[in-house]
């Protein structure tokens, strides 16, 4: 059952829960059989658990982890990072424009981005080649202005309170 009318969601801001929102709407698309694939930018440092429900998912569900694992230098990065990025992104735009997938999630766009490995121009490019029964949802902190503004919907994840700055990490199955 394709969808008759697919919309750009971006979730962004400083906050916790925005990959976990589009995992969230990923799972619920699973169930009403529409076919999901997600590709994470600046996520290289996997298995995270995602990876592992996805495969139990499959196969209307498919994660692409891109990146390597550890940071992205700002504001010039690596070139392997750059290419990394590209590579993703051109998995992407053939997702997002193939017709194989109902639902593209780009996780960590937005800061692909605001790294400087992907130029905005070419996010927003894409975002216009959308097919009408494609939902793209862009994650990540920093969207820009000009991603927002081209969206169907924006929600900013605000941090009020993190465990983080308490000293606890990441734990597996909640954060990883």
């Given at each position: 059952?394709?969808?008759?009318?697919?919309?750009?969601?971006?979730?962004?801001?400083?906050?916790?829960?925005k990959t976990t929102a589009a995992l969230?709407?990923?799972?619920?698309?699973?169930?009403?059989?529409?076919?999901?694939?997600?590709?994470?930018?600046?996520?290289?440092?996997?298995?995270?658990?995602?990876?592992?429900?996805?495969?139990?998912?499959?196969?209307?569900?498919?994660?692409?982890?891109?990146?390597?694992?550890?940071?992205?230098?700002?504001?010039?990065?690596?070139?392997?990072?750059?290419?990394?990025?590209?590579?993703?992104?051109?998995?992407?735009?053939?997702?997002?424009?193939?017709?194989?997938?109902?639902?593209?999630?780009?996780?960590?766009?937005?800061?692909?981005?605001?790294?400087?490995?992907?130029?905005?121009?070419?996010?927003?490019?894409?975002?216009?080649?959308?097919?009408?029964?494609?939902?793209?949802?862009?994650?990540?902190?920093?969207?820009?202005?000009?991603?927002?503004?081209?969206?169907?919907?924006?929600?900013?994840?605000?941090?009020?309170?993190?465990?983080?700055?308490?000293?606890?990490?990441?734990?597996?199955?909640?954060?990883?």
């Amino acid at each position: 059952m394709p969808l008759e009318q697919g919309q750009i969601q971006v979730y962004t801001g400083n906050g916790k829960g925005k990959t976990t929102a589009a995992l969230g709407l990923a799972f619920r698309a699973c169930g009403r059989g529409l076919r999901v694939l997600m590709i994470q930018f600046m996520k290289g440092g996997g298995p995270y658990g995602e990876h592992l429900a996805a495969q139990k998912l499959a196969p209307l569900l498919t994660i692409i982890p891109s990146g390597r694992p550890g940071w992205v230098k700002r504001p010039v990065p690596d070139p392997e990072d750059v290419e990394l990025a590209r590579k993703a992104f051109a998995a992407a735009t053939a997702a997002v424009t193939g017709g194989e997938y109902d639902l593209v999630i780009l996780d960590e766009i937005n800061g692909a981005l605001s790294f400087n490995l992907i130029p905005e121009e070419e996010l927003l490019a894409l975002m216009k080649l959308k097919p009408g029964s494609v939902e793209l949802i862009l994650t990540g902190r920093d969207a820009t202005d000009g991603v927002m503004a081209a969206a169907d919907l924006v929600t900013e994840m605000k941090e009020i309170k993190h465990y983080y700055k308490a000293g606890i990490p990441s734990r597996e199955g909640i954060e990883k």
